[in-house]
C-alpha cells in the first residue's frame, strides 16, 4: 500500500556551544502518496532538515511523524531501516555515488546485506537503461559527468521501488540544462511508477512546475500551494 507522511508539531532543534537553533518550527503537514511536491525557500530554512526527517534518516526533537498511521518515532534503528528499505529512496545534491564501484554495482549497492527475490543485476540494468545510461554500466563516477552521475543515483534510488523518492537540490550541482533532464527524469518516474517526489531546490522556475509547492522560512512553512485545487468563487 502507498503511503502518505503526516507531520503533526514537527520541531527540530538543533543545541552547542550555549546556542539553540530551531531549524524546524511546529510543521504540521500532509505529503500524499504519489504527489509531486517541491520544497523552496532560502538556504538556512530548514529544507534538508526536514527532508532528513521524512526520510528518517534525523529524529523530531518533538512532534510526530506517521506514515499512514503508524508512528514512525517510536520506531527503533533497525526498523527504521527496514522502513527506509521499503519506502524511500534518496537522492542529493552531491550525487554521493560510492567512487570504487562502477554504474550498475553503485545501483545494486542498496540491495547488498538484503534478502531479495528477483534478480540484482538484471533489475539494474533495467533502471540504468531507464536512465539512458545503457553504455555505461561498467563506468565509474569519476568517468561520468555530473549529469550521468546523477541519472545513476536516479536509477540507485529507485533499485527497491520506493514509495517515495526524497531528493534534496538534485539540479543544485548541474547546470540549466542537464538539471532540467534530471528534473524531467523525477516528474516521468513519478508519473510512470506512481512514486511521490520531494523535491528540495531553491530555483524558483523547478519549484513552480510541481504539483505541489511548499515554501519555507526561518523553519517555518509559511505557504503551500496545491495547483490542482481549484477554488470556485
Ligand atoms: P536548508 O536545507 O534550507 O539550507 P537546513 O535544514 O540545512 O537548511 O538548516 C536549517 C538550520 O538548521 C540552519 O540554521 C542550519 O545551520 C541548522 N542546522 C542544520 N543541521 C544542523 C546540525 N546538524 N547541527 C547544527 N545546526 C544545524
Ligand atoms: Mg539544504
Not at 2 to 18: A, I, L, Y
Not at 53 to 80: C, F, H, I, R, W
Not at 151 to 180: F, Y
Amino acid at each position: 500500500m502507498m503511503g502518505t507522511f503526516v507531520c503533526k508539531q514537527m520541531n527540530r532543534t538543533f543545541s552547542g556551544e550555549g546556542v539553540e537553533t530551531n531549524a524546524l518550527s511546529d510543521v504540521t503537514l500532509t505529503f500524499k502518496s504519489g504527489d509531486f511536491i517541491s520544497i523552496i525557500g532560502p538556504s538556512g530554512s530548514g529544507k534538508s532538515t526536514l527532508l532528513s526527517l521524512l526520510g528518517t534518516l534525523d529524529v523530531p526533537s518533538s512532534g510526530e511523524l506517521y506514515y499512514n498511521n503508524q508512528l514512525l518515532n517510536k520506531l527503533k534503528a533497525k526498523e527504521l531501516a527496514d522502513f527506509r528499505f521499503e519506502k524511500v529512496g534518496f537522492i542529493f545534491q552531491q550525487f554521493h555515488l560510492i567512487p570504487t564501484l562502477t554504474a550498475v554495482e553503485n545501483v545494486m549497492s542498496p540491495l547488498f546485506g538484503r534478502k531479495i527475490d528477483y534478480n540484482p543485476k538484471e533489475r539494474a540494468l533495467a533502471l540504468l537503461n531507464r536512465v539512458g545510461l545503457s553504455d555505461k554500466i561498467d563506468a565509474l563516477p569519476s568517468q561520468l559527468s555530473g549529469g550521468q552521475q546523477q541519472r545513476v543515483a536516479v536509477a540507485r534510488a529507485l533499485i527497491h521501488e520506493p514509495e517515495w523518492m526524497l531528493a534534496d537540490e538534485p539540479t543544485g550541482n548541474l547546470d540549466s540544462e542537464t538539471g532540467e533532464v534530471i528534473f524531467e527524469l523525477l516528474r516521468e518516474l513519478n508519473r510512470e511508477k506512481g512514486c511521490g517526489v520531494i523535491c528540495v531546490t531553491h530555483d524558483p522556475g523547478i519549484a513552480e512546475r510541481a504539483e505541489v509547492q511548499v515554501r519555507m522560512k526561518d523553519g517555518e512553512i509559511i505557504e503551500v500551494i496545491d495547483t490542482r485545487v481549484t477554488i470556485h468563487a
